[in-house]
């Protein structure tokens, strides 16, 4: 089977399981280091002429992560694709498990396997109300209905958007800090948040950095990602404002 990724962390999880599957993944594709595969683009354009060229037997997307109409027009070509769309911690490991499975994978990964058992009983951190922002110009935050709200509410953030209609509400700056939240997460990406791009917004608010691998990817990062992410929000960085 030859397997094109244009997710990556579908890329890194088909490529640790079954090294050899892959024959072209994105730009964006990072993990595994050293990846030796061709390279197709972005994950929002990726060159199709390019997809179509590797003879994939299979195109690996993702609702948010691609775009419908790159998707219809794989399909329109002829070429088999598979489109994820994981909104909880695990509706993701199902999904990961049932997709491996069907590409040949013998048994589970026991990076998969300790994934289960690192989200079976996650690190417990007292509640705190958040906002979590992952744009600036404009401000986009998590609402409801996402992977990465479901799992940073197995980590104990309570978060303020969670009931919004929109899965990425997009309030102003004032209405952001209105909602007096105890924490503002911040992960560094999509959007590179950092000790001096992002806190300063918020003067005063404890503000926790997060790997945004760990808490958006849903791959061979979730076995580890608990413990990471749990440590990375007991230890938030305070803007003084001013």
Request: proline share 11%; charged share 20%.
């Amino acid at each position: 089977m030859r397997v094109v990724s244009l997710v990556p962390s579908l890329t890194e999880a088909v490529a640790v399981t079954l090294p050899g599957l892959l024959v072209g993944a994105t730009d964006w594709c990072t993990h595994p280091a050293g990846l030796e595969v061709a390279r197709v683009g972005g994950t929002k354009y990726p060159d199709l002429d390019a997809v179509r060229a590797l003879r994939p037997d299979l195109v690996l997307l993702n609702v948010e992560e691609n775009r419908r109409a790159d998707a219809d027009a794989l399909a329109a070509a002829g070429v088999p694709v598979r489109v994820t769309y994981p909104r909880t911690v695990d509706g993701a490991l199902t999904e990961l498990g049932d997709l491996l499975r069907d590409l040949g994978a013998p048994a589970e990964p026991e990076w998969l396997v300790a994934a289960r058992r690192a989200w079976a009983a996650p690190p417990a951190l007292s509640p705190r109300r958040a906002v979590v922002p992952v744009w600036r110009r404009p401000w986009i935050v998590l609402g409801g209905d996402t992977f990465a709200g479901d799992l940073l509410r197995r980590l104990g953030v309570v978060n303020v958007y969670a009931e919004h209609a929109d899965r990425y509400p997009r309030p102003d700056l004032d209405e952001l800090r209105g909602q007096a939240p105890d924490l503002v997460v911040l992960p560094d990406e999509p959007y590179l948040f950092t000790a001096t791009d992002g806190p300063e917004a918020f003067p005063g608010t404890p503000c926790a950095l997060l790997s945004g691998r760990h808490l958006t990817w849903y791959g061979p990062s979730l076995a580890e990602a608990p413990a990471l992410l749990a440590a990375q929000l007991a230890a938030p960085v305070t803007h003084p404002g001013g």
